[in-house]
């Protein structure tokens, strides 16, 4: 069993960057993969990036590619997604994802979730 609990979320402006970490509890974390996802009011969560346990990358398209950096240190149980350059499209619930099968893109692939931290992009 795997806990996620998301913090750093918040109101900034655009062009400004933010930090999003994924604290996780129980020891297999760090075998699981890691996701980031995020969710606005009435449309499905959209993924955002992924890190292996072994640290390969995967980002989603037109979703902060470029912008954004997922890492992770298990050590601390920890996954960080680094946001850059916000704009306010970016503005959604961001939530992270432990354990996923094949398809780290697909929403359903993921076995544990956190619930979220809001980011807001203003102009």
């Known amino acids: 069993q795997v806990q996620l609990v998301e913090s750093g979320g918040g109101l900034v402006q655009a062009g400004e960057s933010l930090r999003l970490s994924c604290a996780a509890s129980?020891?297999?974390?760090?075998?699981?993969?890691v996701g980031w996802f995020r969710q606005t009011p009435g449309k499905e969560r959209e993924f955002v990036a992924s890190?292996?346990?072994?640290?390969?990358?995967?980002y989603g398209t037109g979703t902060g590619q470029g912008r954004f950096t997922v890492s992770r240190v298990n050590a601390k149980n920890t996954a960080y997604l680094q946001m850059n350059s916000l704009k306010p499209e970016d503005t959604a619930v961001y939530l992270c994802?432990?354990?996923?099968?094949?398809?780290?893109?697909?929403?359903?692939?993921?076995?544990?979730w956190g619930r979220g931290t809001q980011v807001t992009v203003s102009l």
């Open positions: 129980g020891r297999a974390f760090r075998s699981y993969s």
């Open positions: 890190i292996s346990w072994s640290g390969s990358t995967t």
């Open positions: 994802a432990a354990q996923a099968a094949a398809d780290v893109q697909n929403p359903r692939s993921w076995g544990y």
